[in-house]
């Protein structure tokens, strides 16, 4: 009776696990240049494989010569950076997506989950096939800038939808884990913050991304190291844009700073409230520990930007400063926005009796 529940919720505990797996593999094409190692899809260089050597994809290219992408030609990739690509597209196509299906199709079969898992299920149906789209797009586009941006924040938005679902199975089965149950009174007058918090850190990273994708906009507040190129722009505290593309890099720390203030400031209001002995819940702490990550990562970005040397007349940085950059940054958005989706489905729905007793009271 209770197999179809327990394997859903088991099933999008592992679906989630090999999600955030396929945006690591993500981060981890983008540091290694591997972004257009297979310049056809969903096959690479005509083939299903990925060990493929520099004749034959020269060949490949002089058969196939609009698939050239933007470094000509005459550039090459290695078996590694080919199978970096080919792992995550395995890892998406032949695993994810038909996991997704079966959860989807074992929810409907399952009478005693509710309409808003079932919901939830379709909707991450949806995503996975969007995202597949968008991952053609991607390819086609030869990773442009704004592609794959897109395709990062749409990884995040099917990764919510999954945990959406394992939030309501999880409540209608009434197995709602301790380390979830937050204070339904101060979860109400936090509602509307955290999503604030949730959609900031949301447009942080998708400019992010879009900064790193774009060819220059790294040295665009200089190399010359603490505190010229970082904190300060151009050995400058304000820089005036001119250039969205260009100079994107600007607006991510606008944007970053302006997020960071907000969150020091909702950290200081918990603060005084749990300094009052009303609020000593464990909202407080998630939020604390997304704070403290978000800060952290703010130290991690700017290492990233100092790191820049240069090397054979060539300005480079220590690439995998960028993916931990972008791997914690993933981190944040999910924890505040899974904090969020806590409040909306298991909080605020199966607690609302209490809310209503106390406000009577």
């Known amino acids: 009776m209770g197999f179809g529940r327990v394997s859903v919720e088991k099933l999008t505990a592992v679906i989630i696990g090999i999600t955030i797996l396929v945006i690591a593999a993500g981060g981890v094409i983008r540091i290694y240049d591997a972004g257009e190692s297979c310049p056809d899809w969903p096959t690479c260089f005509g083939t299903w494989g990925f060990d493929i050597s520099e004749e034959d994809q020269k060949e490949w290219f002089d058969k196939n010569p609009s698939e050239i992408d933007s470094r000509g030609s005459s550039h090459t990739y290695t078996s590694f950076q080919i199978f970096t690509e080919w792992i995550h597209r395995l890892l998406a196509g032949a695993l994810l997506g038909p996991l997704v299906i079966l959860n989807w199709l074992l929810i409907r079969k399952d009478e005693e989950l509710t309409n808003e898992?079932?919901?939830?299920?379709?909707?991450?149906?949806?995503?996975?096939?969007?995202?597949?789209?968008?991952?053609?797009?991607?390819?086609?586009?030869?990773?442009?800038?704004?592609s794959v941006a897109l395709h990062l924040a749409s990884a995040l938005l099917f990764l919510m939808s999954l945990v959406w679902i394992w939030l309501t199975a999880?409540?209608?089965?009434?197995?709602?884990?301790?380390?979830?149950?937050?204070?339904?009174?101060?979860?109400k007058r936090w509602t509307k913050r955290i999503a604030i918090l949730s959609f900031g850190t949301f447009l942080t990273l998708f400019l992010g991304v879009f900064v790193s994708t774009t060819p220059g906009a790294n040295q665009v507040c200089g190399v010359s190291g603490f505190p010229g190129s970082w904190p300060l722009c151009n050995d400058s505290i304000y820089q005036k844009v001119v250039d969205f593309e260009a100079q994107s890099q600007i607006l991510h720390r606008l944007l970053v700073s302006i997020v960071g203030a907000i969150l020091i400031i909702t950290c200081y209001i918990i603060w005084k409230e749990n300094n009052e002995g009303e609020y000593g819940t464990l909202l407080c702490k998630w939020i604390w520990m997304?704070?403290?990550?978000?800060?952290?990562?703010?130290?991690?970005?700017?290492?990233?930007?100092?790191?820049?040397?240069?090397?054979?007349?060539?300005?480079?940085?220590?690439?995998?400063?960028?993916?931990?950059h972008l791997l914690i940054a993933s981190l944040v958005f999910i924890m505040i926005t899974s904090i969020l989706l806590t409040i909306k489905v298991i909080t605020?729905?199966?607690?609302?009796?209490?809310?209503?007793?106390?406000?009577a009271q």
């Open 290 to 324: 997304s704070s403290g990550l978000y800060f952290i990562n703010i130290g991690l970005g700017g290492l990233y930007v100092l790191s820049a040397k240069l090397e054979n007349f060539e300005i480079v940085y220590f690439e995998l400063l960028s993916l931990i």
């Open 117 to 146: 898992v079932k919901l939830a299920s379709l909707i991450s149906v949806l995503l996975i096939g969007w995202q597949g789209f968008l991952g053609y797009v991607t390819v086609r586009l030869d990773n442009l800038h704004w």
């Open 348 to 359: 605020l729905n199966e607690k609302r009796h209490i809310v209503n007793d106390t406000t």
């Open 170 to 187: 999880v409540r209608d089965k009434d197995e709602i884990p301790s380390w979830i149950e937050f204070d339904p009174i101060l979860a």
